[in-house]
């Protein structure tokens, strides 16, 4: 079976430090992968998608960067973090083009100080 | 105009009570409906998968869509504490590499 794979859980970091998320997803080969972040009312928003090693798509213009080094690795990262970085940060991954659904990670909250 | 509308709630009912929670959609396109539900401090998890009109039912929960009116629902029936979640309705249309929408979620308390 398939699992999704997000760390760590918890994160504190002071304005301007450099941040760095991974995602894994074991038991698939080439999966959709997608970075969310959810703010307390607003919903879950796309920040980045990818359909393979190396191909990153960006959905909104941020201080975020994504990368693929591995078919079934995402990492999320930060060169200098922003107050506004703050919120709960979701991996998530679907077969092909995701009709039917995404598998969500755990999330990570993260809290920029 | 946002492509899927949900009313955040909260909604709030006695446990055992049948429970509705709706979303409207602007994009004829969609084509695949989906419910998730999500626990406070957790990832969404999939709870219900409907392609184009018509119900599905899986137990307690019925997913509806009716595509003329673009409305889609999700009813609890028998509602218990450990319902208690916020419920996000999703949805995608069927061609090309087009990403889930995502509704913006109702948060449901159940109270016994």
């Known amino acids: 079976s398939q699992t999704i794979h997000q760390w760590p859980a918890t994160l504190v970091q002071p304005v301007g430090s450099p941040l760095s998320l991974e995602c894994t997803v074991e038991g698939t080969s080439n999966p959709n992968l997608y970075w969310y972040r959810q703010a307390a009312g607003r919903g879950l928003q796309l920040l980045f998608y990818s359909v393979g090693i190396g191909q990153i798509s960006s959905e909104v213009p941020q201080n975020l960067s994504a990368s693929r080094p591995q078919d079934r690795q995402f990492i999320l990262s930060s060169k200098k973090l922003l107050l506004s970085d703050s919120g709960f940060y979701l991996c998530a991954w679907s077969r092909d083009r995701g009709s039917h659904g995404y598998t969500f990670g755990s999330g990570t909250r993260l809290t920029v100080v | 105009q946002k492509e899927v509308e949900q009313d955040p709630g909260p909604l709030s009912v006695p446990e055992g009570a049948i429970v509705s929670l709706n979303c409207t959609y602007s994009n004829s396109a969609f084509q695949y409906f989906m419910w998730y539900r999500q626990y406070s401090r957790k990832g969404p998890e999939l709870l219900m998968y409907?392609?184009?009109?018509g119900n599905k039912e899986d137990g307690r929960f019925t997913a509806q869509v009716d595509k003329s009116s673009k409305y889609i629902s999700l009813f609890i029936r028998d509602s218990q504490p450990s319902d208690s979640a916020t419920y996000l309705c999703a949805m995608k249309s069927a061609t090309g590499f087009q990403k889930l929408v995502f509704g913006t979620g109702t948060r449901l308390l159940v109270s016994p």
């Open positions: 409907t392609y184009s009109s």
